[in-house]
């Protein structure tokens, strides 16, 4: 808020007359103060009946200071003035502001002048009347140089009037180098605020800006330039308006979009929007045209059309840049839409038709698309559905009609190769769209296949235009059946020859996972094979309600769970396929995991222990772990750390504590790790040891590392010519540059 050092007040009141001698508040050399004097009324009710006068003066050479209690306080200097008198019942306020330099937040005013004129004839004190009544007022403002948030302004300047229950907007200007807004009004003041909306007026607005880039300040990479004109008109009547306007502009350009002519036209009548034309032109061929009219009020009634030709997408290019995406746009595209409704109860009636060819977007070339769809509260047909480029193909057939949704012909071919098939029919309620209607009915019919055979994941994920580290081939089929209520399903995935681009040594892996749903139960079973190690068997059994969970829109928590992990014990040596630095690992490891309770409240049973006798680094300056032995163990909703100490280069360490589940996504940490001397760092200059005791607390996501580290027994090495040799007649030898510093760094994953 405000604040000031002093604040001091001389006030005495004698024969019927209060005398204010002196009201001053200071803030180093800023000052307030206030004269006057004042017949006293016989009642609180007689104020502004009887003869007074105040003045104010006050001078603020230092905003900042006064503002400081503010979160962004305002800077620069200012100044005040005023008198008000009242005599006959008549109260004659004249009130003068100056401000300079100002600053507020990320704007600024060099120079900013108001003055207030006003009068007002005080009614009776035992009548009640309007506000407005007997007021009338002059209110001029002049400001020069705005700058806000890399906007710019040169003046503004405004005249606004009252006279009772009438206000006129004189003139409004807005200046910046030759553009100028300008805005002229009227408006009848409501006797009750709460129907300021409802009450009449009119609003001219004019704008004819011959460069709109005038308007931002420097080289924004935002700016648009061109010119644009503007004209509009508004009556206000009972909360809306009938009215019109126009836009015209040329050669606007914002980034490296280019519209060479854009112009609109409408009118507003009767809380209906109607847009006459409007027409975007891009070049000579290219354009976007739209026409139609929309109500204001609820259910929101609407028709239109909307007309799109574009024979490169690249114009769009620059505005995917704005948005962060550097991806290559090109292709031509052509869309047509006409359609009509009501918003609010989506009962919409229309036709799209949308074709690309030759297109381009990141990786994926030769673009083609072509969707025909039309749509009626009663009915969706989607009868092509094409997509394509020079890597993937998918096509696919849609209609949803009374209690169904159905997409037939659902193909995805790589190349020559037909990757995918299948076919869907789900109970889906499309005139329940827009209402609080269920979409889904529970007794509705469900049938679905899919299958896919030998899909390149890797491939496919650069077709979309991801990427991801794995390569391999899937296998998938999927059938359901039945109900919603009632549903049968069963998905076989097989993932063969998985390998990673990045782990040269990695022995190729195979995963398999069959998931079945019956009875309202899922069963999952799935195996991890690799020729390194045991193979890893997961299997999950829990309650799978489709019905329910679409209705509430998630899993409840409170569902049951009971899951297995197993791996038999295996050697440790295969971890060398992802720590490629690993020169030797000897061990062997093993896990037992069960986990039941529910997804809230998980509970979990089994351990997993490792050991290892000796890992060896080939780089020599690393540490050896040696005499490494964990078991870790669960048990309810926890995971505890009976066991875990080992050697680094002969120094021990150990880390004991739990991790907690509160839920089964929401881990919470309580971990300490002591070590005593252990080898952090060697090379010929250096030997680095250190003692340890950290420990981390809280959940994942904000969890704390507090603790001490402190280096131990440690040696640093380094060549000192004490006495430099030279030849007589020559400066001594230099010192030499310094070594570069050791690379303690793990370049390789998954320590990266």
Known sequence: GVVFDTATVDLHAANGTAIIDGLEVTQGPSRFTVRGNSELPETLDGFGQNSATIELRGFAPDLAAITA?????????????GRINIKDATVVADLNMTGSQIGFGAGSVEKAVVNVRATKQ?????????????????VRLDVAGVRSSGFAIDELAGEVRTSGQNVSIEQLIVNRAENRLTVRGQYLLPRDFALARSQPGIVDVSLVAPNVGDYWEGDSPDRVTGSLSLWARTDLRQGGGDGWFEVFGSDLRARNMV????SASGATAANVVYLNDLTAKLNARDYIRANGSAAINAPYQYSGRLAMDVADLGTFESILRAAGNKSELAGALAVNWEGSGAIS??????????????????DL?????????????????VPIIFVSSDKVMFQAVMQAKGETLEITRIQIDQGTAKYAAGYASVPFVWGNVGTDRPLFTPDGKVLLNFQSENLDINKLSKDFGAEIPVTGLANLKFDADGTLANLRAALDLQFTGLQSEKLQDFTPATFGLSARV?????????????????????????????????????????TPVSAKVQMPRSSVNFVRQFVPALERVD????????????IAKPVFSGAADMTINVARFSNATLPALTNFNARLVFDGDSLTFPQFRGELAGGPFTVSGQITFPKLTEPNFNLQLRADAVLVARNDNLTARVDANLRVEGPLASASVTGNVAITNSQFLKNLDLIPIGVPGRPPPGPKPPAATPDLSFPNPPLR
């Open 518 to 558: 019956e009875n309202n139960q899922l069963v999952i079973d799935g195996k991890l094979r690799q020729a390194r190690i045991e193979p890893v068997q997961m299997t999950a059994n829990l309650p799978f309600d489709l019905a329910k969970i679409i209705e509430n829109k998630a899993i409840d928590e409170q």
């Open 365 to 381: 070339r030769k673009l083609e698309a072509k969707i025909d769809a039309n749509y009626s509260p009663e009915e969706l047909n």
């Open 69 to 81: 209690g503010m979160a962004k306080p305002i800077t620069g200097s200012g100044e005040v003035s």
């Open 259 to 262: 519209i060479q002519e854009l």
């Open 587 to 598: 061990g062997n490891m093993a896990l037992d995991v069960n986990v039941g309770g529910t």
């Open 345 to 362: 109860t989506f009962k919409n009636t229309g036709t799209l038709n949308l074709t690309l060819a030759n297109g381009r977007f990141a």
């Open 122 to 138: 005080m009614p009776p004190p035992d009548q009640e009347r309007p506000y407005f009544e007997g007021l009338a007022s002059d």
